[in-house]
């Protein structure tokens, strides 16, 4: 009995995960994480929607040594408290460092970071196959 609960479970995981990379797959990432049409709550909103599954599937995006959950996390700070600029803490090899960005550019970067990173999955799943040596692909 319990073994039929987690495959329940499991299925509906796989169900929801497969969702999400179908539903990121369609986006127009410069429509979807545009902040001047959009507004700094929904583009942010759409970066937290996405980026749990982009950390689940281990393809969490990581530029300039920041997190994708970190400039969530600095950004919907700087937006609940109506700042300008948002200043990101970090670890760099085991060293506290910080950087500031605009708030606007902050939430931008993560609602992108966080479609892009699902999107190149999918995408990666359907051209692998265009890279193997031998499989038509021309050099």
Request: proline share 1%; net charge positive.
């Amino acid at each position: 009995m319990r073994k039929i609960g987690l495959v329940a479970v499991t299925l509906a995981l796989s169900v929801a995960s497969a969702n999400l990379l179908e539903e990121a797959s369609k986006l127009d990432v410069k429509e979807v994480c545009d902040v001047k049409a959009n507004g700094l709550e929904k583009v942010l909103e759409v970066a937290k929607k996405f980026n749990p599954e982009a950390i689940k599937l281990g393809v969490e995006f990581k530029r300039l040594g920041i997190r994708n959950r970190e400039y969530i996390k600095f950004a919907e700070e700087a937006i609940k408290n109506k700042q300008k600029e948002t200043v990101i803490k970090y670890k760099e090899k085991g060293e506290e460092k910080s950087k500031k960005f605009s708030t606007d550019y902050a939430t931008w970067r993560a609602c992108t970071f966080a479609i892009r990173a699902l999107q190149q999955v999918n995408e990666a799943e359907e051209t692998w196959r265009l890279s193997i040596p031998g499989d038509g692909y021309k050099f």
